[in-house]
């Protein structure tokens, strides 16, 4: 399969702070790639750098185009569709307001009422809640408004940062099952960075291993899972 | 009685007036934690271009809709030349900046249209209106009704358009605005435009009461300050509702406190400022602001 994202030599800094120090990795086209690691490994770093929204050198191809150094509406405006953590949500707009602004760089109005109706389909819970301000929403409500507010843009990848963060296991899972579907359903290639090691690599095809801002390992999914080195740190048993 | 009636519909007309003002000031508030303090005088620059389009034979609301044009233009420009490289610095530069615009533009208009007070026409008629047994001055009752055609307008812009919404967006979240595409910077401009617009009406509907000249305004910013305090910065409703509470109160304190009269007026929106800020800092209809520190 080709590589949708493909970044190379990849640096990152927060102004003297090098955060990321040459980071390889590739987003194959259909799949679904994930990046494990702990806390401050460089993980959230990767993925605004994918976005330009920290100051990087390097470069990063998407669809084999050079996007490294473009401004971050710009990049979104190609199909990337980036869930931030902590999720991003206008707490003071409604639901459907949060799902239009998704849809914002793009035209053709009938796409985007196809879209709406998509995404009420895969989250039944928006769509009953869609006149309520988004700050009432749940946490699990609000992930889910996220996830659904970057299927509006109708990207071809899907960047997602830490969707489990503090929601139930069992949102969690619901998250993630709509996340496969979505991917699978709709073709949408998707980056998924997880601290929740054993989660992600169940429902990835590819998988990285980041430490303080390089890549260490990486291999399919599966491969990883049964490395006993990863294992034992990341996965606990 | 009907100097009571008379004084509330003049008060709610200037009232009207400061309420434009103070939403131009918590637009530009709101989307980026500046109070611009040139606001007033780029109004009154507004007016004189009015006035010199006025002066040249076109007809009033030609001028009237070309002053609109050009001030929404040059709100965004100034906003992309001057504001720009400030942007997330200190907000004490922002303020120096703000004021260095105040006087550039207080000393352009002295400078081009000299000191000396123009009378500036009305669109209204110059005969009173009578209701049952209360004259109204047509002119009172012509600026009410541009300032609520205004707020109808900004209303259905904000709450109906994309790009209201992006807007909006833009000033509550600017990283998640971005990551929808959005090109914030741009919103901000556009926002510096709108509040240019709606301070060239408030400039334009005041200039026949109090004639036109550079200072105009200098009163009336006080006035929205005092009127944006009230409603609350956070609320773009609440300013004009502040605004037409302060026009009533500064009327009505003028005609029936004898030792304020026409002279001790503007100390009436100072001591609502200071009223308010001592008793509900955020206003009437504001939210506290909450600061991660």
Redesign the interface.
Known sequence: MAALLEARALHAQYGWTKVLHGVDFAVEEGGITTILGANGAGKTTTLRAV?G?VRTSGEVRFDGRNIAGR???AI??LGI??V?EGR??????TVE?NL???A??RSGQAGIAEDFEAVYRYFPVLASRKRQLAGTLSGGEQQMLAVA?ALM?RPRLLLLDEPSLGLAPMVVREIFRIVRTINRERRVSVLLVEQNASIALGIADNAYLMETGRMVQSGPAEQLRQNDAIRRAYLGY | MEILVQQIVSGLATGGIYGSVALALVMIYQATDVVNYAQGEMAMFSTYLAWTMINAGLPYWVAFFGTLLVSFAGGVLIERVVIRPVEGKPILTIVIVCIGLLVIFNSLAGWIYSYIQKPFPSPFPERPIMLGVVVFGAHDLGAIGVTLIVLAFLYAFFRYTTLGLAMRAAAQNPASSRLCGIRVGWMLAIGWGLAAMVGAVAGMMVAPIVFLDPNMMAGILIYAFASATLGGFTSPGGAVVGGLIVGVLENIAGTYISFIGTELKLTVALAVILVVLVFKPSGLFGRAAVHRV
């Open positions: 976005c929204m401004a971050t509406e979104v405006r569709a980036h931030p991003g949500t206008f707490v003071n707009l307001e239009r602004l998704g914002y760089g507010r843009l």
